[in-house]
């Protein structure tokens, strides 16, 4: 599957390019966080997750598919994970598109529950660095203002 993945994507970042090819993979990023947000609200039988919920079940999720995710803070206004493995493992090198997959996953569900989202993604293992680091804003502030990153809203 990981190769699948890999060659898939590095397929859309040649044809047609890297920005397009983010474009694609972050339509099934959304729809894949609207599925699993659904899917971890049942299992908590709850309506909406509060923040120290969201954040458990984006470590959660990294988990269940093989990435290793770890909060390293977290206030009301953002949420700090560092990824030490990533779920498409070595095949992610080379294939940033891929990293919009967590992009929407993670900014779907804070969004969905939390009511906005913006999140940058500092430092990647699919651009060379050797883990993650990724930024959940929880809403519109000075830091998220300035950084670079995607946001993202309650429908």
Known sequence: MRD????????????VGLNQAEGFISIVGQQMGESLNA???TALKVN???????SSVLVDLKHRIQGKFSVISE???????QGHSCPFGDKVKGRPALCM???N???TIAAENLGY????????IANGASSCRVIVYLN???AATVDIGNEYFKE
């Open 101 to 103: 997959m967590t992009s």
């Open 4 to 15: 699948l993945l890999r060659y898939l994507s590095g397929t859309l970042q040649d044809v």
């Open 105 to 107: 996953v993670f900014g």
């Open 140 to 142: 519109v502030n000075d």
């Open 48 to 54: 909406t997750l509060n923040r120290e919920q969201v």
């Open 117 to 124: 989202a913006k999140v940058s993604l500092e430092e990647t």
């Open 75 to 81: 206030d009301d206004n953002k949420i700090v994970l």
């Open 39 to 41: 899917q971890y609200r």
